[in-house]
């Protein structure tokens, strides 16, 4: 959603993928640019990044379209190059009120708007044909890319009063709202809302902390039995981890911030109350998995969550999936709501959930 390709309409030439793990857009860069975005931006997200570029002289004259990975897709498959708005909120300066790009992008001389696509809603027809290498056309009805974590909900979403929860490489916490309610709504600077689908809102709280932090700790014991001449198994040290007592109950605190946040780019990861007697691996990790989850909790807030009248959790994702420990924290921790697993989920499943209502209402 938040990564950008670059592309020649005529040649088709394009640019390499660059994603959402960005980081050359710094607290400092962003904070410098001329134009100030209405909707959230941090390193890695489109527009930035676009900003970045232009800032650097690294924007090729070639290059006359930009969309994410999923728009150059549909460029491909319908010579069309029209963004959701589900992907648009997700790159930056673009104004969800009129749901448009900010107009101030336009006469800003250092920023390239001559990249942006056009915008529409989620179910825009691009065309009825794909057009194939070799200029034959097939009959194909082709939409443009919607969101992935808005398509990834939709999957998971069982009634609308859930609370759907995915941690795979990073974690959210995603709760579906009625349009009119957002404006009764004072939000933390870590929840963004999003468009949905069916007129609705999505409210995010996306961590960059998930299982990525995880895979962080496996690869750090095993470099620390290298450092010592122990040839261990990533296997192993997962089977290792995954054998303690999931009602161990650890004093140890983690807060395993390895990312920062993108509303926090300043606070990092740190380990408490460490004592003699509590410094086994299955302490620390137990306390990172419970961290993990209690930082993506305080994001969206109980009191938000409760508002919301959410009345049940649906987690999903494939560190959940992979991790018994990680399942029994987020129950611990959200023992105020019922949880439940939900497995056939994913962004393609919930696009064609989507698509195949759009087409019997057509």
């Known amino acids: ?207 960059l902390n998930g299982g990525n932090v995880l895979e962080k700790f496996v690869d750090m014991l095993i470099e620390w039995n290298k450092n010592l001449g122990v040839d261990v198994s990533r296997d192993m040290i997962w089977k290792k981890l995954l054998e303690q007592d999931e009602n161990l109950i650890t004093p140890v605190v983690a807060k395993p911030l390895l990312f920062a946040e993108r509303h926090d780019r300043l606070t990092y990861g740190s380990l408490c109350n460490l004592r003699q007697d509590n410094l086994s691996i299955v302490h620390v990790f137990k306390s990172m998995c419970l961290g993990l989850v209690r930082n993506l909790h305080s994001m969206m807030g109980r009191d938000l969550i409760s508002r919301l009248k959410c009345e049940r959790i649906v987690a999903t994702g494939g560190a959940l999936t992979r991790n018994s420990v990680l399942r029994t924290c987020l129950e611990s921790e959200f023992d105020y709501l019922p949880v439940v697993y939900a497995s056939a989920t994913d962004a393609a499943y919930g696009s064609a959930i989507f698509l195949m209502q759009l087409l019997e209402e057509s």
Not at 146 to 154: I, K, M, P, R
């Open 1 to 207: 959603m938040h990564g950008v390709v670059l592309w020649n309409k005529t040649t088709r030439v394009h640019s390499n993928l660059i994603t959402w793990q960005d980081e050359r857009c710094d607290e400092k860069f962003l904070n410098s640019l001329p134009v100030k975005s209405k909707s959230d931006v941090s390193s890695g997200y489109g527009c930035a990044t676009l900003y970045w570029l232009s800032f650097n002289n690294q924007l090729k004259p070639e290059f006359d379209s930009a969309g994410t990975i999923h728009d150059f897709l549909t460029f491909l498959l319908a010579g069309h190059n029209v963004m959701s708005d589900q992907n648009a909120l997700s790159w930056g300066y673009f104004d969800l009120n009129k749901n448009e790009w900010q107009n101030e992008l336009f006469n800003c001389d250092t920023f390239p708007s001559y990249l942006l696509p056009k915008t529409a809603k989620a179910g825009y027809k691009l065309s009825d044909f794909v057009t194939l290498l070799n200029s034959v056309r097939l009959e194909a009805k082709i939409f443009n890319a919607l969101g992935d974590l808005q398509s990834s909900v939709l999957s998971s979403l069982q009634q609308q009063t859930d609370c759907v929860i995915n941690i795979s490489t990073s974690a959210q916490i995603c709760v579906p709202i009625d349009t009119g309610l957002v404006n009764s709504i004072d939000l933390a600077k870590s929840v963004t809302c999003f468009p949905f689908f069916e007129d609705k809102l999505l409210l995010v709280s996306a961590s």
